[in-house]
């Protein structure tokens, strides 16, 4: 169906599209459906909770993003994403996990009985349990519920932070992508960051990514402290961010592993994950932005380079993906045709809207866009092949009353 564009530019279209958003009855939005499944491993029912895109297809793929504390950490990652995807990250399927009981079990990695100076009572350890909840019981349930890829990004805040790194250092096969949000690697004497010394320097992390944060104060009782002299202070009190300091270190001389790490110095344990996820996540996909914008904009811009511009972008994204992803949305693709024929450019018309159709062939409107433009240049035969294929999908009357529009003309 047409829709009717006047000078718009390709990069507004873009920013349309990664900040849409709908109302939900009388609330401004509303974040995750909720879910659960019994976990043998567990031996107990585990609460998760599902946000999908704004311009959701059951159609389409789309990578997974697990974050750990999904009660807290959930909005953020969906605000994030509502925000910029569709231009700077791609649309993805958030999963919320609940540890809101047994957190510290399920997020540590050994078992201790005493903490900075003092007895720790709390149930700890299971982190190696927890994980095979994730890999045979929770990951499997998404991939068969939902349209998800493999590509899978895992984000995880404090204790959340360590089960991530103990996830890319023991476990690297399981995800594509680890946000480590302040994480408690001082954990049992820095257990981790010794283990990640000699793993790390063997195994190769090929296409994987890390981003790793750490927050203010870098002493609780000093203020003297900074990144130039932590490494000094052998007390306790610097401990936490020493041992984030080490393992960052060891990842960036990881074979393969792209890494980041970012210090906030105006942020503290509490406040420190929505900027981390913010940059974590476009730090991973840095390479998913569309490329060479201004040349979409520039009507000198002959329609093979537009067409590189786009295939180029194909290549990245199978490369990152490991699978094939449309390079462009939909949407974007079928107005651009349409803004094209409006400026009486047709070869870059007709040229968006077979790319529309290639990359979405199951779309009943990228096809009647396809056959509108055929029909606009008396070319029916083509436009009957299309509007057939359109009507074939939608069995609308819509698309019936055009097709046989189409039949009468030819």
């Known amino acids: 169906m047409k829709k009717q564009v006047k000078q718009i530019s390709i990069i507004v279209f873009i920013f349309l599209l990664s900040n849409s958003a709908s109302t939900q009855n009388n609330y401004v939005s509303q974040i995750g459906k909720v879910d659960s499944i019994y976990s043998k491993t567990l031996n107990e029912q585990r609460k998760f909770w599902i946000q999908l895109p704004v311009n959701y297809k059951e159609e389409n793929k789309y990578p997974v993003v697990y974050v750990l504390d999904g009660e807290t950490h959930l909005p953020t990652v969906s605000i994030v994403q509502n925000y910029y995807s569709g231009g700077f990250i791609p649309e993805m399927i958030l999963i919320g996990i609940s540890n809101e009981k047994h ?216 490369n990152h993906f490991g699978y094939k992803a449309a390079p462009f949305d939909e949407e974007l693709l079928v107005m651009s045709g349409y803004m094209f024929s409006e400026m009486e450019q047709l070869d870059k018309s007709l040229a968006f809207f077979k790319l529309a159709v290639e990359y979405y062939p199951k779309s009943s409107n990228a096809l009647d866009s396809l056959a509108e433009y055929y029909a606009n240049q008396k070319e029916y035969t083509k436009a009957i092949e299309n509007a057939t294929k359109a009507y074939q999908i939608s069995k609308s009357d819509y698309h019936l009353k055009k097709l046989n529009e189409y039949k009468a003309k030819k």
């Not at 089960?163 to 946000?179: E, G, I, M």
């Not at 490329?291 to 786009?310: G, S």
């Open 103 to 318: 957190r510290t079990r399920d997020l540590t990695i050994s078992k201790i009985d005493t903490r900075q100076g003092g007895a720790f009572t709390q149930e700890n350890g299971g982190a190696e349990n927890f994980t095979l909840f994730l890999q045979n019981e929770l990951i499997p349930y998404i991939e068969k519920t939902y349209p998800v890829t493999n590509y899978r990004t895992l984000i995880g805040h404090s204790f959340g932070g360590l089960f991530t790194v103990n996830t890319l250092v023991h476990h690297q096969k399981l995800f594509t992508n680890y946000l480590a949000i302040d994480p408690s690697l001082d954990w049992d004497n820095q257990k981790l960051v010794k283990e990640a010394a000699e793993i790390l320097k063997k195994d190769s992390y090929k296409n994987k990514s890390l981003f790793i944060s750490l927050g203010s104060p870098l002493h609780m009782k000093r203020n003297d402290i900074t990144l130039n002299n932590i490494m000094d202070d052998k007390s306790d009190y610097t401990l936490f961010g020493r041992s984030n300091l080490e393992f960052t270190k060891l990842a960036k001389e990881t074979n393969g592993l792209k890494t980041k790490w970012k210090f906030y110095p105006k942020d503290y344990h509490g406040t420190i994950s929505f900027p981390s996820i913010m940059e974590g996540l476009k730090f991973f996909f840095d390479w998913y932005e569309i490329r060479d914008v201004y040349k979409f904009n520039n009507p000198e811009t002959p329609t093979r380079e537009l067409v590189k511009i786009i295939k180029d972008q194909e290549k990245r994204y199978l």
